[in-house]
């Protein structure tokens, strides 16, 4: 399975995002999908993620403002970032992992990664 990550952009602080990871195989379906980012001079985070059987999981400072979803159909997972913050800014990247659900947040244990999508938030 390949990633591609698109809809990165440069928006104003309270506009919203939506990134795309599509896949180039249907096996995708079968791999819990996640979205990470890395700011500069930061380590790359957990940011939220979805599985193959439905479930999401959400970093702490992104709960009620993005979204994650998932059309099998079209091989694509998203990421509706709402109230964009200055510091969301960061590559966003999307992965793939079968690891258990206890461990969908720690990066080491996602197999492939898409190429990364730029946000910047100004203020």
């Known amino acids: 399975v390949q990633l591609q990550a698109s809809g990165g952009g440069l928006v104003q602080a309270g506009d919203s995002l939506t990134l795309s990871c599509a896949a180039s195989?249907?096996?995708?379906?079968?791999?819990?999908v996640g979205w990470f980012r890395q700011a500069p001079g930061n380590e790359r985070e957990f940011v939220a993620c979805?599985?193959?059987?439905?479930?999401?999981k959400y970093l702490d400072s992104v709960k009620g403002r993005f979204t994650v979803s998932r059309d099998n159909a079209k091989n694509t997972v998203y990421l509706q970032m709402n109230s964009l913050k200055p510091e969301d800014t960061a590559v966003y990247y999307c992965?793939?992992?079968?690891?258990?659900?206890?461990?969908?947040?720690?990066?080491?244990?996602?197999?492939?990664w898409g190429q990364g999508t730029q946000v910047t938030v100004s203020s």
């Open positions: 992965a793939t992992t079968r690891v258990v659900w206890g461990r969908v947040t720690e990066e080491n244990f996602y197999t492939t």
């Open positions: 979805f599985s193959w059987d439905g479930k999401t």
């Open positions: 195989s249907g096996l995708f379906r079968s791999y819990t």
